[in-house]
């Protein structure tokens, strides 16, 4: 960060402005560290925290990304969270825990989501993985054909709780329930003490989720507001 520091000649004795000198302060090593894992993801979301970083992509899959101080370099571990896609995603601080939505509506332009498949697709061939069986572009479409159903989902990130499978997915919750229809998501948010999640929703109406502990069973309350 520069900073001004006059050369004063002599004490009580100001510089003129040419002789105004910069000093530059380094408070970060900048160091750009190779991640060839998340190429081919089509990333919709991310959120960081407890010294991680997550990633949620359009087949469904969260990957986590966390640094190795001691062997200088970003471990990265992947395991499939829904079926069809994840949408948002957010670290609650204080309970450790992740909060996830997926398999709703996309709420990406149509123009941007072709885009975003076009590119992995092409990164997959170029590597080697679109053979049969694994195009990104047709598992798009095949789970395009199931229904949208947005289910909230809460992940433990303490790591004594893991399954081999990846974080271990302590509680789920269905969004919308009847008489409510499925809608875009276009925002989530919720208090670190799990007692309301607001909802925003693509038609400009917020729905707020209440309850005691929304991390654990139990009945919320849904209001939708105009």
């Not at 302060?25 to 089509?42: H, N, R």
């Amino acid at each position: 960060m520069p900073v001004y520091t006059p050369n004063r000649t002599a004490v009580g004795t100001s510089a003129s402005p040419a002789m105004l000198t910069w000093k530059r302060f380094s408070f970060f090593d900048k160091e750009i560290l190779p991640a060839p894992e998340v190429k081919g993801l089509d990333i919709t979301c991310s959120a960081a925290g407890h010294g991680c970083v997550f990633l949620g992509d359009a087949e469904g899959g969260i990957t986590t990304m966390s640094n190795n101080f001691v062997e200088r370099k970003v471990s990265f571990s992947t395991f499939r969270a829904y079926d069809q896609r994840v949408t948002h995603l957010q670290v609650l601080q204080k309970r450790n825990l992740l909060i996830s939505l997926g398999d709703g509506v996309d709420h990406r332009p149509a123009e941007d989501r072709a885009a975003a498949r076009k590119f992995i697709q092409l990164h997959r061939d170029q590597q080697g993985e679109g053979s049969e069986g694994q195009s990104l572009t047709g598992s798009n479409e095949r789970r395009s054909l199931l229904p949208p159903k947005a289910v909230l989902k809460f992940w433990q990130i303490d790591t004594k709780m893991q399954s081999e499978n990846g974080l271990r997915c302590v509680h789920q919750l269905q969004l919308f329930v009847p008489p409510l229809q499925e809608e875009t998501v276009t925002k989530l948010a919720m208090l670190e003490d799990c007692t309301q999640i607001a909802v925003g929703l693509n038609d400009g109406r917020v729905m707020l989720i209440q309850g005691q502990n929304l991390a654990r069973p139990g009945e919320p309350r849904r209001h939708v507001f105009p």
